[in-house]
């Protein structure tokens, strides 16, 4: 049997206390492929009368749609219902749109004041005890909890941008009459905050990090961090992560903590040489450099 979808598109004013809003999003859709997420998303209703409301959160688009859905043979007819289903559609007039698309531009502004927030680097505090991105890629989970902290606890240049965004999202969910932790306002919360920014050490090396939106049940909105292996000395050179890329590596106690990435080298099991220095005090590393055969420093006393 062929599926049979009637689709009306008419304008009309009705009222829909007697039955639930169902909200689904529809991140930067047309019209047309609103429609068509609808339509399967109404395969998997009961039979009867639906009202289901389609929010493009990044057009700031709500368009709401009667749905009438009627299964062959009834509510008992055993087997997948959801390939049998006539489902007619009737575009309509909902008392909160004009409240949910101003909503969403709300939420859009906030995100938008969020994303530049993170733009740029972000310098950690003269306490910290990752002094250097050597120590922070051998201790990568760690330190990526360490940054998470941070960023959402410390730093007070991202907390009011948080709030405002949060204050939003909630708006936005009371607007729509749906929960906040709901997975439809997870759409909301994700729009667009993806960034990727460096992390600043004290020796002036640097680490990528992406920064992401999450939603905390407790916390509401907070900032997902995922740290990179991608990080370079304070004068751009990169810091190799394994043995296979460390060929043409050069450093110096200018550029990086020396003791720190003399260690980090050793922990990516690369030889490291020297030329002894170190069993004088007044000795300090100075420069390195590595080659087919492992890693060089050279120390000044």
């Known amino acids: ?8 598109f008419l304008l009309c004013f009705v009222s829909f206390h007697s039955f639930a809003r169902d909200v689904i999003s529809c991140n930067g859709c047309a019209d047309s492929e609103m429609q068509s997420k609808l339509k399967r998303y109404a395969q998997t209703k009961n039979d009867g009368r639906h009202l289901i409301s ?38 309509v007039y909902d008392a909160i749109e004009q409240s949910a698309e101003s909503s969403a531009r709300t939420v ?33 989970a760690g330190f990526n909890s360490y940054v998470y902290h941070v960023i959402n606890n410390d730093l007070s240049s991202f907390e009011s941008a948080l ?12 607007n729509l009459q749906i929960s906040v932790n709901s997975p439809v306002m997870s759409a909301a919360s994700s729009l667009g905050a993806s960034v990727y920014t460096s992390i600043i050490f004290a020796d002036g090396s640097s680490l990528e990090v992406q920064i992401q939106t999450a939603r905390h049940l407790q ?65 300090v590393r100075e ?3 590595c080659d087919d055969g492992g890693c060089s420093i050279t120390w000044k006393c």
Do not use: W
Request: net charge positive.
């Open 54 to 91: 389609v929010m493009d959160f990044t057009g700031a688009n709500y368009q709401a749609y009667q749905v009438d859905v009627s299964h062959p043979g009834g509510p008992r007819d055993p087997g997948p219902r959801m390939l049998f289903a006539t489902v007619a559609v009737t575009k």
């Open 219 to 283: 916390k509401g909105l907070i900032l997902k961090t995922t740290t990179t292996k991608n990080a370079q000395t304070a004068d751009g050179e990169r810091i190799p992560t394994s043995n296979y890329n460390a060929k043409g590596f050069q450093f110096n106690r200018n550029t990086v903590n020396m003791r720190a990435i003399e260690d980090y080298l050793r922990f990516l099991n690369i030889s490291v040489r020297g030329n002894g220095g170190g069993s004088s005090p007044r000795c």
């Open 1 to 8: 049997m062929k599926v049979v979808i009637s689709v009306l």
């Open 287 to 289: 420069s390195g450099h």
């Open 163 to 174: 709030l405002q965004l949060n204050t939003a999202l909630v708006q936005l969910a009371g």
């Open 108 to 140: 859009q502004g906030a995100m938008t004041g969020l994303r530049e927030s993170l733009n740029g680097s972000i310098r950690l505090p003269n306490d910290s005890s990752y002094v250097s991105a050597s120590i922070a890629l051998k201790d990568s």
